[in-house]
């Protein structure tokens, strides 16, 4: 999807990304998508630390978001994470792009940063599309 608009549309229907995690979608064009995940209490595990499975979301949401359309569905087959380093900021960013996009499938890398810069975990991912 190339027009923001319509794909913060597509996605408002992700309900566990945008309402219950709080993802905002920033920018989105064909294989590419950029998102935003503001770090509250709710994403806390009992360390004190923002939970890897609230970060592995972010990835999961871009890469839904750099993938998908209403005429294209994509759905991932596998997906790798590498934690670098515990987010230090208040908020986190997604960004994704598909690095080989073929008939039947895609291989996309996504780059979870915080609002410091630092460098939080990265992601690969395969998918599948329908």
């Known amino acids: 999807m190339t027009d923001i608009d319509e794909a913060r549309e597509f996605f408002r229907h992700d309900i566990y990304a945008t309402k219950t995690t ?14 935003r995940l503001p770090i509250g209490p709710q994403l806390m595990n009992a360390a004190g630390a923002v939970m890897g499975g609230a970060i592995y979301t972010l990835a999961d949401f ?16 596998t997906s ?12 986190l ?30 992601v690969t991912a395969c998918g599948l599309h329908l």
Do not use: H, M, W
Request: with cysteine.
């Open 22 to 35: 709080g993802i905002e979608l920033l920018d989105c064009a064909e294989g590419y998508a950029k998102c």
């Open 62 to 77: 871009c890469f839904a978001a750099a993938t998908n359309s209403p005429e294209k569905l994509t759905v991932t087959t």
């Open 80 to 91: 790798e994470i590498s934690y670098f380093t515990v987010p230090r900021g208040s908020v």
């Open 93 to 122: 960013f997604g960004a994704c792009r598909v690095v080989k996009d073929g008939k039947r499938t895609c291989f996309s890398e996504t780059e979870i940063t915080d609002d410091t810069g630092a460098v939080v975990a990265k």
